[in-house]
């Protein structure tokens, strides 16, 4: 769908997924299920999708054991492999086309946001497939008492790849890549309210099985409830779980993994603070943090969602961010002038409004916005909202919202800012604006967060990317989110005679 085309205000025709994905091959399912997907800017139903069942995974499992087991794709040399990688990635980027749309259908992000998204995707594959090419998985190192031993690294096995809906196919980059990459096997489980897009990287696995690049076995994809998701979670062959969700799904995975020892990766939820220092350029922060706050409405981990700014500036920069956060172009998503579309769905819409209404019972000012945009009485959709005299305790400064919401904290001085910045269960992003890049950067080592900007909100995921607390464990990104799919292993070897 080209630009022009995306401007005519519908949604283009998606053709229903009637099978499911095991082993590389589309294949009936054992139950007959269906999720439906919803256009959250016209409340429509535009596809539907099978569903799997717990059958249908056990299916998925075995045929990833088995592949793993007979060691076809994990004998095969990471410079093979990468190979392979690469060539997801050159498929992905032919067919941007068709998965913008669905990213604006499924997120209800705007198509000038869906497209640059999906094209970021092979770039994300191309990384992890050049920092394979360069990975040593054999070292010899000598031992204290003479001789020498190999350090040996192995892929995990077996993976669980549980991904959310609010970034599918980059999901998917951050997690299929190095566990391809490393030899493993994997079944992807997607979320019921974004299966498309995920299907669409079904096609391109099934195109190299046929081909006979990817064995089969290797790769499934399903798309299941929490019921059946949990019966993969806690299959005794699935060696290796990585999830990317809320905090709350986390613990719950967490749980029952550790019920057997299983590994397990998570990155989780987030309460990212931007701290505005009395230096900044406010005229440079307005130019990058209302992005960082609202990227896809606010449905985002990462999404700047506490200011932090001090009391002597407190007056100044709320005006200013006030036109800031309200210039945000919002509205029909096809448009490619809009930055702000709906939210993903009706719970999503509930949810957010619902925290609004919070957010003023604790006694919190509505400085813009705080429901829907006037004259959208259809589409999910969320105005941006920026709310004055919050309470770092409360919860809305607290409580992970995923939507457009911007809570302004105001502290005393730089420690206190600190102090506010840390007052979080999570630990996964955050931002420093002062014009002393120096003392931006150790302002961001005390910050504990995994990962945090000085003078913008500018994210790279080829580089190590994860949480401290409550925002998970493991790294995504860089030679960090490759090892993470490796055991190691160490070979004592024999002394020489003496």
Same mark, same amino acid.
């Given at each position: ?35 439906? *997907? ?22 998925? *499992?075995?045929?990833?054991? &088995?592949?793993?087991?007979? %060691? ?139 081909? =006979?690049?990817?064995?089969?076995? *290797?790769? #499934? ?23 990317? =969700? ?78 800031? /956060? %309200? ?41 813009? %916005?705080? =429901? ?51 007052? #979080?269960? /999570?630990?996964?992003? %955050?931002? *420093? /604006? ?36 409550? #925002? ?11 090892? &993470? ?14």
């Amino acid at each position: 769908m080209t630009t022009t085309e995306a401007s005519t205000g519908t949604a283009p025709s998606i053709a229903d997924r009637e099978q499911v994905f095991i082993g590389g091959r589309w294949v009936d399912s054992t139950g007959g299920e269906w999720v439906d *997907v919803v256009d959250s800017f016209t409340e429509e139903k535009v596809a539907r999708v099978r569903t799997a069942t717990a059958e249908d995974v056990a299916k998925a *499992v075995a045929a990833a054991r &088995e592949s793993f087991d007979k %060691g076809e794709w994990a004998s095969r040399t990471m410079a093979e492999r990468a190979d392979v990688v690469d060539a997801i990635a050159d498929r992905l980027e032919r067919r941007v086309d068709e998965l913008t749309p669905i990213g604006v259908v499924e997120v209800g992000v705007p198509v000038s946001v869906s497209r640059p998204t999906q094209e970021m995707v092979g770039g994300l594959f191309r990384a992890v497939a050049a920092v394979a090419r360069t990975f040593e998985t054999t070292e010899e190192r000598p031992r204290a008492a003479g001789g020498v031993s190999r350090i040996v690294k192995e892929p995990t096995g077996v993976v669980a790849a549980i991904i959310p809906w609010n970034g599918p196919v980059g999901t998917i980059a951050f997690k299929l890549a190095p566990a391809l990459a490393a030899g493993c096997s994997v079944v992807l489980k997607t979320a019921p309210e974004a299966p498309l897009s995920p299907s669409v990287f079904a096609d391109i696995i099934a195109e190299l099985v046929a081909e =006979g690049r990817i064995p089969e076995g *290797v790769v #499934s994809v399903l798309c299941a409830d929490r019921e059946v998701s949990e019966t993969l979670v806690t299959n005794p062959d699935v060696d290796h779980i990585t999830f990317t =969700g809320s905090t709350a799904a986390g613990r719950r995975i967490m749980s029952l993994a550790g019920e057997r020892i299983a590994r397990v990766s998570l990155e989780l939820g987030g309460k990212s603070a931007a701290i505005i220092l009395d230096d900044a350029d406010i005229d440079h922060v307005v130019q990058t943090l209302p992005m960082g706050g609202c990227m896809q409405s606010g449905q985002a981990c990462i999404a700047l969602s506490r200011v932090l700014v001090s009391r002597k500036r407190h007056d100044e920069v709320l005006e200013v961010l006030k036109a800031a /956060y %309200g210039a945000l172009p919002i509205g029909n998503p096809w448009e490619p002038t809009n930055f702000l579309g709906p939210l993903a769905s009706k719970r999503q819409q509930d949810r957010v409004l619902g925290y609004i209404d919070v957010a003023k019972e604790d006694g919190a000012k509505i400085v813009l %916005g705080g =429901g829907r945009p006037e004259g959208f009485d259809k589409g999910f959709f969320v105005a941006p909202t920026l709310l004055d005299n919050v309470d770092p305790d409360s919860r809305i400064a607290q409580e992970e919202v995923f939507g457009p919401v911007i809570s302004v904290i105001t502290y005393e001085d730089e420690e206190d800012a600190i102090a506010i910045a840390n007052n #979080s269960m /999570y630990g996964l992003s %955050g931002a *420093v /604006y002062t014009q002393d890049i120096d003392h931006g950067f150790e302002v961001a080592r005390r910050i504990r967060t995994g990962t945090i900007s000085v003078n913008t909100a500018t994210m790279d995921f080829t580089l190590p990317f994860g949480g401290y607390k409550q #925002s998970g464990m493991g790294r995504e990104g860089g030679i960090e989110g490759l090892e &993470e799919f490796f055991e190691i292993k160490t070979v004592h070897l024999p002394a020489p005679a003496q």
